[in-house]
């Protein structure tokens, strides 16, 4: 079946240790997107890429990386640097970057941060 | 700057009830609005959208029309079941830049037999 796969579902990790989370689809999307959320609150864009071998930040992208290397792929790592890591986090993709295309989202990934 | 306001929740409702969420939104350009359904513990799923004025989105009996002129695009459904609870959010994509998403807080809507 087609479609966005982020693993793992939940992840726990130490204060000061760096954490990648995983997002795959397999949707032959051009576009991917890493949100984040919190308790209450809408999503927030940490990075898209619009294709392979480029990206770019979006409205909260401190502490946070990405990587872009295969057109199905784009791992999120979390660094040490990320002041309040726990949240849940939610992959998304798309076919364009055109305005408008319809964003698919992945099941997330919850983390905390112990 | 591109922003969605949505209806604070959250909502009770009994099954069969009818259900407006109210979504107002502000944009430089002329949006793509969408409404997203959160399931407990998944991620988010498209409910339906609506790419330029007067169009109306709808699917699984929810439909939203997309209101120029007062910015708005409430969803509603005429008749809510129990398997409709979830946190709906309201979203839209300003037509012009990137495909980024600006959402909603979301509002969690329960519904009970």
């Known amino acids: 079946d087609g479609g966005i796969t982020q693993s793992p579902k939940y992840l726990f990790r130490k204060e000061g240790q760096n954490v990648t989370l995983s997002c795959e689809q397999n949707?032959?999307?051009?576009?991917m997107y890493w949100y984040r959320q919190d308790p209450g609150q809408g999503l927030r864009l940490i990075y898209y890429?619009?294709?392979?071998?480029?990206?770019q930040k979006g409205d909260i992208a401190e502490g946070y990386s990405v990587s872009r290397e295969k057109k199905e792929s784009f791992p999120l790592t979390v660094t040490s640097a990320q002041k309040n890591p726990t949240a849940f986090y939610l992959c998304?993709?798309?076919?364009?970057?055109?305005?408008?295309?319809?964003?698919?989202f992945g099941p997330g990934t919850r983390l905390t941060v112990l | 700057g591109d922003s969605v306001t949505q209806m604070e929740g959250p909502v009770t409702l009994s099954e069969e009830a009818f259900l407006t969420i109210n979504c107002t939104y502000t944009a430089t350009g002329y949006p793509s609005l969408f409404w997203y359904v959160q399931y407990p513990g998944e991620g988010l799923q498209l409910l339906l959208k609506a790419t330029k004025a007067d169009d109306k989105g709808s699917n699984k009996g929810f439909e939203a029309t997309y209101r120029k002129e007062t910015t708005s695009f409430h969803l509603e459904k005429g008749s809510v079941q129990v398997s409709d609870s979830a946190v709906y959010f309201c979203a839209l994509s300003d037509h012009g830049g990137a495909n980024n998403l600006f959402f909603g807080t979301g509002t969690r809507l329960t519904v009970i037999p």
């Open positions: 949707l032959n999307h051009d576009a």
């Open positions: 998304a993709s798309s076919m364009a970057a055109g305005a408008g295309d319809t964003q698919y």
């Open positions: 890429s619009q294709i392979v071998n480029d990206f």
